[in-house]
């Protein structure tokens, strides 16, 4: 089955300060790479995917960087703010056409 | 767009007792998930569906869960008896079924059991 991992677990950074998370997956076969937010106490929501025939994205503040070759994908968070202080989880699409969801990331912006 | 329903919002009950949390999946949306998360395990695939049909259904954790999709709009997971271990935050998600279509979250029914 797939195999997912984040890193890091958690990432406090200051604000306005750039802050970067990454997947890495074994299915090879997967070719899709959303990124989810979840704030506490509320649903995940997706923030930004992408498609495995681009290698990047990019959406006003964030981005994600894809590297099918060796199996990871990363999420780019520029000019932080207090708001984006949340649970972030990359969920690679398996062979099985699921989602497969990481064990997450506490980022914590600092004001 | 309503998005994903979920009901109810909260529930409280003692062991023992049965569980249903309902869902209604966003229209024309054919695939449908339930999953739950709690500290120790994370975002758990319980089991889902497509057309209505049980796809997967292999995270389910054992006999007391069953879930059904007896229509295109509405969908429950039943638990019977229910344990304080199954205590969670359940979610459930739909999609619509094209390739590389994200998932929409409701917004969950937390569970506890006493």
């Known amino acids: 089955g797939e195999n997912v991992e984040q890193h890091p677990s958690t990432l406090s950074v200051q604000e306005g300060d750039s802050a970067v998370i990454k997947c890495t997956y074994s299915?090879?076969?997967?070719?899709?790479f959303p990124w989810y937010k979840q704030e506490l106490g509320k649903r995940p929501q997706l923030i930004i995917d992408i498609r495995s025939n681009v290698g990047e994205k990019k959406d006003q503040r964030i981005a994600v960087t894809l590297n099918k070759t060796a199996k990871h994908f990363s999420l780019h968070i520029t000019e932080t703010q207090p708001e984006d202080s949340a649970v972030y989880f990359c969920a690679p699409k398996t062979g099985a056409n699921n989602l497969f969801f990481g064990t997450g990331t506490r980022l914590t912006v600092i004001p | 767009d309503a998005g994903v329903i979920q009901s109810p919002r909260h529930e409280v009950t003692e062991m023992g007792q049965e569980v249903t949390l309902r869902c209604k999946p966003i229209s024309g949306h054919n695939s449908l998930f339930w999953y739950r998360q709690t500290m120790m395990r994370g975002l758990e695939l319980l089991i889902y569906?497509?057309?209505?049909?049980?796809?997967?259904d292999s995270g389910m954790p054992e006999d007391r869960f069953s879930a059904k999709m007896p229509n295109a709009s509405f969908s429950t997971l039943k638990i019977q008896p229910s344990e304080p271990r199954d205590s969670a935050v359940y979610f459930c998600a739909s999609r619509e079924d094209r390739a590389n279509q994200p998932q929409h979250f409701g917004d969950g029914t937390r569970l506890s059991i006493l």
């Open positions: 299915d090879s076969a997967s070719n899709y």
């Open positions: 569906f497509n057309n209505n049909v049980p796809i997967d």
